[in-house]
Protein backbone atom coordinates (compact mmCIF):
# COMPACT_ATOMS: atom_id res chain seq x y z
CA UNK A 1 0.00 0.00 0.00
CA UNK A 2 0.85 4.05 -0.26
CA UNK A 3 2.35 5.68 2.26
CA UNK A 4 -0.83 6.86 4.85
CA UNK A 5 -2.47 10.09 4.21
CA UNK A 6 -1.57 13.13 6.02
CA UNK A 7 -2.47 13.57 9.07
CA UNK A 8 -6.05 14.94 8.90
CA UNK A 9 -6.82 14.25 5.35
CA UNK A 10 -9.58 12.36 4.22
CA UNK A 11 -8.86 8.40 3.85
CA UNK A 12 -9.06 7.32 0.06
CA UNK A 13 -10.87 3.58 -0.04
CA UNK A 14 -9.23 2.96 -2.82
CA UNK A 15 -5.31 3.68 -1.89
CA UNK A 16 -5.08 3.62 1.99
CA UNK A 17 -6.90 0.31 2.89
CA UNK A 18 -6.79 -3.38 2.10
CA UNK A 19 -9.66 -2.61 -0.76
CA UNK A 20 -6.27 -1.79 -2.78
CA UNK A 21 -5.02 -5.08 -2.78
CA UNK A 22 -7.70 -5.72 -5.20
CA UNK A 23 -6.18 -4.36 -7.86
CA UNK A 24 -3.47 -7.12 -7.62
CA UNK A 25 -5.97 -10.15 -8.42
CA UNK A 26 -5.31 -10.41 -11.93
CA UNK A 27 -1.47 -10.80 -11.15
CA UNK A 28 -2.12 -13.37 -8.47
CA UNK A 29 -4.28 -15.03 -11.06
CA UNK A 30 -1.82 -14.80 -13.81
CA UNK A 31 0.79 -16.42 -10.66
CA UNK A 32 -1.30 -19.15 -10.67
CA UNK A 33 -2.38 -19.88 -14.36
CA UNK A 34 -0.59 -22.79 -14.68
CA UNK A 35 -2.66 -24.51 -11.70
CA UNK A 36 -6.46 -22.91 -12.07
CA UNK A 37 -8.92 -23.31 -14.79
CA UNK A 38 -8.67 -20.37 -17.06
CA UNK A 39 -11.81 -19.33 -15.53
CA UNK A 40 -10.52 -18.44 -12.21
CA UNK A 41 -7.80 -16.19 -14.25
CA UNK A 42 -10.89 -14.28 -15.96
CA UNK A 43 -12.09 -13.65 -13.06
CA UNK A 44 -9.12 -12.68 -11.29
CA UNK A 45 -9.12 -9.95 -14.12
CA UNK A 46 -12.84 -9.67 -13.25
CA UNK A 47 -12.00 -8.74 -10.22
CA UNK A 48 -9.33 -6.15 -10.87
CA UNK A 49 -11.68 -4.52 -13.47
CA UNK A 50 -14.27 -3.78 -10.48
CA UNK A 51 -11.56 -2.31 -8.44
CA UNK A 52 -10.62 0.27 -11.35
CA UNK A 53 -13.62 1.26 -12.84
CA UNK A 54 -14.89 1.91 -8.80
CA UNK A 55 -11.69 3.56 -7.69
CA UNK A 56 -12.26 5.84 -11.22
CA UNK A 57 -16.42 6.43 -10.55
CA UNK A 58 -15.56 7.37 -6.83
CA UNK A 59 -12.12 9.92 -7.74
CA UNK A 60 -15.09 11.19 -9.92
CA UNK A 61 -17.15 11.82 -7.23
CA UNK A 62 -15.07 13.12 -5.29
CA UNK A 63 -13.85 15.58 -8.06
CA UNK A 64 -17.68 16.51 -8.58
CA UNK A 65 -18.30 17.74 -5.42
CA UNK A 66 -16.09 20.31 -4.93
CA UNK A 67 -18.02 23.53 -5.71
CA UNK A 68 -17.25 25.36 -8.86
CA UNK A 69 -19.12 26.72 -12.10
CA UNK A 70 -21.26 23.72 -13.77
CA UNK A 71 -18.27 24.03 -17.14
CA UNK A 72 -15.45 24.07 -14.61
CA UNK A 73 -17.42 20.85 -12.74
CA UNK A 74 -17.76 18.93 -15.53
CA UNK A 75 -14.54 19.25 -17.26
CA UNK A 76 -12.89 18.33 -13.48
CA UNK A 77 -15.17 15.03 -13.06
CA UNK A 78 -14.06 14.04 -16.92
CA UNK A 79 -10.57 14.38 -16.26
CA UNK A 80 -10.55 12.55 -13.00
CA UNK A 81 -12.50 9.70 -14.34
CA UNK A 82 -10.45 9.42 -17.71
CA UNK A 83 -6.92 9.67 -15.74
CA UNK A 84 -7.71 7.33 -13.11
CA UNK A 85 -9.34 4.43 -15.21
CA UNK A 86 -6.54 5.00 -17.51
CA UNK A 87 -3.90 5.17 -15.17
CA UNK A 88 -5.06 2.20 -12.93
CA UNK A 89 -5.91 0.23 -15.85
CA UNK A 90 -2.40 0.52 -17.60
CA UNK A 91 -0.85 0.10 -14.28
CA UNK A 92 -3.19 -2.14 -11.77
CA UNK A 93 -4.25 -4.37 -14.55
CA UNK A 94 -2.79 -4.84 -18.50
CA UNK A 95 1.11 -4.07 -17.58
CA UNK A 96 1.69 -6.09 -14.48
CA UNK A 97 -0.62 -8.85 -15.79
CA UNK A 98 1.07 -9.10 -19.20
CA UNK A 99 4.36 -8.75 -17.51
CA UNK A 100 3.35 -11.50 -14.84
CA UNK A 101 2.08 -13.70 -17.87
CA UNK A 102 5.22 -13.62 -19.34
CA UNK A 103 7.68 -14.31 -16.28
CA UNK A 104 5.66 -17.07 -15.48
CA UNK A 105 5.30 -18.72 -19.15
CA UNK A 106 9.16 -18.07 -19.77
CA UNK A 107 10.10 -19.45 -16.33
CA UNK A 108 7.66 -22.98 -16.94
CA UNK A 109 10.09 -23.31 -20.43
CA UNK A 110 13.10 -22.48 -19.07
CA UNK A 111 12.28 -25.42 -16.52
CA UNK A 112 11.12 -27.67 -18.55
CA UNK A 113 14.17 -27.58 -21.01
CA UNK A 114 16.63 -26.87 -17.59
CA UNK A 115 15.57 -29.16 -15.24
CA UNK A 116 13.96 -32.85 -15.39
CA UNK A 117 11.71 -31.92 -12.07
CA UNK A 118 8.25 -33.16 -12.77
CA UNK A 119 5.60 -30.97 -14.34
CA UNK A 120 3.79 -29.88 -11.16
CA UNK A 121 6.88 -29.03 -9.67
CA UNK A 122 7.86 -26.63 -12.46
CA UNK A 123 4.40 -25.75 -12.14
CA UNK A 124 4.62 -24.69 -8.48
CA UNK A 125 8.21 -23.23 -8.64
CA UNK A 126 6.58 -20.90 -11.67
CA UNK A 127 3.42 -20.00 -9.36
CA UNK A 128 5.84 -19.06 -6.58
CA UNK A 129 8.15 -16.82 -8.85
CA UNK A 130 4.96 -15.40 -10.06
CA UNK A 131 4.12 -14.60 -6.64
CA UNK A 132 7.28 -13.36 -5.71
CA UNK A 133 7.65 -10.97 -8.42
CA UNK A 134 4.83 -8.62 -8.04
CA UNK A 135 6.05 -6.49 -5.37
CA UNK A 136 9.20 -5.73 -7.43
CA UNK A 137 7.22 -4.64 -10.51
CA UNK A 138 4.94 -2.41 -8.79
CA UNK A 139 6.67 0.76 -7.89
CA UNK A 140 8.79 0.41 -11.23
CA UNK A 141 5.30 0.53 -13.65
CA UNK A 142 3.82 2.62 -10.91
CA UNK A 143 6.49 5.19 -12.06
CA UNK A 144 6.61 4.31 -15.79
CA UNK A 145 2.70 5.08 -16.21
CA UNK A 146 3.08 8.06 -14.28
CA UNK A 147 5.61 9.08 -17.01
CA UNK A 148 3.39 8.08 -20.16
CA UNK A 149 0.15 9.80 -18.86
CA UNK A 150 2.23 13.14 -17.78
CA UNK A 151 4.17 12.94 -21.32
CA UNK A 152 0.78 12.19 -23.35
CA UNK A 153 -2.61 11.94 -22.15
CA UNK A 154 -2.34 14.74 -19.14
CA UNK A 155 -0.96 17.41 -21.66
CA UNK A 156 -4.57 17.31 -22.85
CA UNK A 157 -5.89 18.25 -19.64
CA UNK A 158 -7.69 21.52 -19.22
CA UNK A 159 -5.69 22.79 -16.43
CA UNK A 160 -2.03 22.88 -15.43
CA UNK A 161 -3.25 20.77 -12.38
CA UNK A 162 -2.24 17.12 -12.57
CA UNK A 163 -4.80 14.73 -11.00
CA UNK A 164 -3.59 12.25 -8.34
CA UNK A 165 -4.40 9.06 -9.33
CA UNK A 166 -1.01 7.48 -8.31
Request: proline share 7%; aromatic share 10%.
Amino acid sequence: MSEPPPRGAERDLFRDTWVRYLGYANEVGEAFRSLVPATVVWLSYGVSSSYVLADAIDKGKKAGAVPSSEAGRSSRVTVAVVDTFVWQALASVAIPGFTINRVCAASLYILGTATRWPLSVRKWTTTALGLLVIPVIIHPIDRSVDFLLDSSLRKLYPSVEKPSSS
